[in-house]
């Protein structure tokens, strides 16, 4: 059974920092894509970054640019979202996704094929 596991989620004060992990298993995910993606309270789900199976491609939503940086360990089966100068508009349930489509930035969610459960970030001011 495909698993992707977040955590790394909290309570931080704005301008504070936090590392989210996603952890995958249950297959190997080689070749594919995974991104990050984040739904705040009564809005959409959104992008927030995406990386290429190597690492060498990354995208950022405008939001995002400058504050998060995405990476990811293929030996580990990791991704990960570095957050810093987090801002209250921040706060929302981050979630990961993968899948073998190179663009998870620009395609539909429904199409996405592998999801996480989700975990909370929330930036108080």
């Known amino acids: 059974q495909v698993q992707l596991v977040e955590s790394g989620g909290g309570l931080v004060q704005a301008g504070g920092s936090l590392r989210l992990s996603c952890a995958a298993s249950g297959r190997t995910f080689s070749g594919y894509a995974m991104g990050w993606f984040r739904q705040a309270p009564g809005k959409e789900r959104e992008f927030v970054a995406a990386?290429?199976?190597?690492?060498?491609?990354?995208y950022y939503a405008d939001s995002v640019k400058g504050r998060f940086t995405i990476s990811r360990d293929n030996a580990k089966n990791t991704m990960y979202l570095q957050m810093n100068s987090l801002k209250p508009e921040d706060t929302a349930v981050y979630y990961c996704?993968?899948?073998?489509?190179?663009?998870?930035?620009?395609?539909?969610?429904?199409?996405?094929?592998?999801w996480g459960q989700g975990t909370q970030v929330t930036v108080s001011s």
């Open positions: 996704a993968a899948d073998d489509l190179p663009n998870l930035h620009a395609v539909p969610q429904g199409v996405i094929d592998y």
């Open positions: 990386i290429s199976w190597s690492g060498g491609i990354i």
